[in-house]
Structures are given as structure tokens and as C-alpha cells.
């Protein structure tokens, strides 16, 4: 177990009202952040807390409603109603937290709370207005930074206003929560605030959902291998993925491993471009692109791969390593952000430096080219999975950073109250260059 599990107490914390706000939640599912709440918030309700979540309205789905031992309360959109596009992003995000604000004082009005847990900065309005209303000790998860996200880099206005948002929003939060020591050190560096504030929960998983049958894992194999061995990738296909360096590193596997088969499950805007990519190296008929592949689909097809990649160049935490894990995957990962915390070169997988299309192939091939080797680190990591990242752990450690943002509530409050008399209310000043290095412009 990492030293930052160690400093948690596991004993069950008494019973708690939670009051969790987020944009996504089922039926709403837009990347991996709703399902996260999802889980935590039904494994809290299982040990016995109260957890009502304020969320976004979905068409069809009840303003409220009791699910999996969960309220969950719907803000449903204003009549002028603003596109959620990039363009808009900042325009709708103010208008949903208009109406989040109110549905939650709605459902504050009718049960009491003891915390309330923000996740990420398009609830930041919405989490700040309610602690100071309610006077409540405020948690936030900051899951992933828009600085992260781009390198180090904030391009344009709405990448500043965004990071702006994210350090008002960690700022005002009593506790914060990262799920990496990675991004612990890039939280407190990033938005100023004592490494003593921001404690390190990790993801969770739920083995038994990524267990795929054999007759599934047969059929995928059938499916998407040839007369070799089968690569995977699963997730985004975004540029900071780094599925371009798998595709480079195609060719070499294919001439170490005639008959190789790459499978690259997902969808997102880089598709066309890796697509292209995959052409101009003539691999065209070795990778398939599978599209998006649901829960239902997914588990098999990681099952059914010889190896799994995950080439990330920004990677805050890497839950498709602990996806891939439970469905049984031998994991070769790129050794960064929260990928490297994850699995241990050797024991639980192997790694290699993110965007070296060489260094890829390498790692591939150790995985490949000794299947004994494979399959002990699979079933190591699948171990691994079930230890140290079941839902009721991290729910466990979750309870535990409440019970100390609420015992350091009014302490925290006294020394907010005395920065802002201070005259601290200007605008966050961003400094030019990769805030992530402290590289010039």
C-alpha cells in the first residue's frame, strides 16, 4: 500500500449527510467523472451515510428521485437555454449553475447536511454559494486541471478563465481531494494552496463489472485478432492520449509479430487524424478502429488483448489501467502522472517514457514475446485492483477527509475570512508560460 493510503484511518467514520454536487450522472454520461460520482456516492450510501447529489437535468429522467440508496436531485435548464458547445462553454456553465444553486437550496430546505463535496470546477459557483450560505465545510475533487490538460499551457481566454475558476474553487475548499500524488504536488504548486490540504483518494473500480465471461472473450478475440497477437487501446482520442505513438509504433510490432492485430476502442475528435495516420504507415488493415464500445462490450475485448497500451502524455490518474486490470489485461503504461502510482514495472505491468514510439514498442514487445511473463503480471495487477481499489475503500478514505474537513471547519473559516479582510479578493494573476515547468513563453 503508497504511503499516502497509510495516513488514512479506515475505521468506519459515523454517519454523515452529504450534500455531492456534479454536471454529470446517469443517466448523464459524458466522460469518466459521472460514473466516478456515481460509484462513490451508492459505496457512501452502502456504509451508512446520507447522500443526496444535485446534478444536471436528462430528458425523461425524474427532477428526483432514490437510486441505489442515493437522492439524487435534477436541475432542470432555465427557459433561455445556452448551447453547450466550446464556444459557449463559460455561458452555459454559468447559466447550469444558476439552476444547480437553486435546486440544491431546494434540497436543503428539506434535510440538513454536514459537507458538501464539489467535483471539478463547473460546479465551483454552485459549491462556494452553498458552503458560505449554509456555513458548511467544503470538499472539492479537482480530477483534472485545465493547465494538465494543455501541457502546461493556458492558450486562450477561456483556458485562463477556467483556470481561474479552479484556483478560486481549491481556495475556498476546507479539504481537497486528488486522485494521485501526481496530481496532489500539481494541485497545491498550481493553485497555491499547503500539500497538507489536499489529500490523496484514488479512483475505484469494481472488479466484478470488468469481468468478462470466456464465450465473450472468445467471440472478441474472434473478432478483432488475427493470426498474432492483439494489442488494445481503450479511451478518448484526444491529442493528450497519446494513441499517435501507438500508431507509429505499429510497424516494428507488425515486423516482431507477424499477424499482429491492434484494436483501438473509442471515439473523440483526434479520430480522423489517427485514422489518417494509420494510412500514410500502411497499417491501415492492422489497426481497427472499433468506435465506441459499451460496458457491456468493453470488458471482453481488454480481456481478449495479449497486451493493453495506455500512451498517455498527460494521465492525472489512469482508470482504464485498473478497467483493463480487472478484466485480466497485461498493462504496458506510459510512466506518467498517475499511471506511474498505478503500476510497478515488472510486477503489475511494464512502462515506458510517454511519447517515445520506440520505447512504446519495446514495452509491447516484453509483453508479447514472453506470455508466461504476461500472465503473471495480469493476474498480479488484477490482485491489485480488488486490494487497494474497491468502492468501499475509497468511499472509506472519502468519509474520512469530511470527518477532518468538518473537525477543521471553523479554524479554516477564521483564516479564510482573515485573507479576504486582508484585501486578497483581486483577480488571480496568471504567470506567462508552461505553469506545469515554469518554461518562458
Known sequence: MSADAAVFDLQPARHQRVLMLSWEYPPVLVGGLGRHVHALSVALAAAGHEVTVVTRHADGAPLEEYADG??????????????????????WTMAFNHTLTRAALRAAGVGGFDVIHAHDWLVAHT???????????????IHATEAGRHQGWLPGEMNRTIHGVEHWL??????????????RDQVAR???VPTGRVDVVPNGVDGRAWHARPRAVTSARARFAGNGPLVGYAGRLVYEKGV???????PSLRRRHPGLRVVIAGDGPYRQELVDQARRLQVGETVRFAGFLDAGQLPAVLAATDATVIPSLYEPFGMI?????????????????????????????????????????GAVDQLLGDEVFARRVARRAR?????????????ARTAGVYA???????????????????????????????LLTGAAS
Do not use: K
Not at 437522492?71 to 462553454?89: H, K, N, Q, W, Y
Not at 485480466?328 to 515506458?352: D, K, M, R
Not at 490482485?383 to 468511499?395: C, D, F
Open 70 to 91: 442515493v437522492r439524487i436531485v435534477r436541475a432542470a435548464e432555465d427557459p433561455v437555454r445556452f448551447p453547450l458547445a466550446t464556444d459557449s462553454l463559460l455561458a
Open 190 to 192: 498550481l493553485f497555491e
Open 244 to 250: 499517435q505513438h501507438l500508431v507509429h509504433a505499429v
Open 127 to 141: 459549491a462556494v454559494t452553498l458552503a458560505e450560505h449554509l456555513d458548511l465545510p467544503l470538499v472539492s475533487t
Open 321 to 361: 489501467a485498473l478497467e483493463a486490470a480487472a478484466a485480466g489485461a497485461p498493462l504496458a503504461v506510459a510512466a506518467t502522472g498517475g499511471l506511474a502510482e498505478i503500476v510497478e514495472p515488472g510486477v503489475t505491468g511494464v512502462t515506458f517514457p510517454h511519447g517515445d514510439p520506440d520505447a512504446l514498442a
Open 170 to 183: 481549491s481556495n475556498a475548499s476546507a479539504r481537497l481531494i486528488a486522485c494521485s500524488g501526481y496530481m
Open 404 to 434: 477532518t474537513a468538518r473537525r477543521d471547519h471553523d479554524g479554516f473559516q477564521a483564516r479564510r475570512a482573515a485573507t479576504l479582510l486582508a484585501g486578497n479578493r483581486s483577480a488571480i494573476a496568471i504567470p506567462d508560460g508552461n
Open 383 to 395: 490482485s491489485m485492483v480488488v486490494e487497494r481499489y474497491g468502492w468501499a475503500t475509497i468511499a
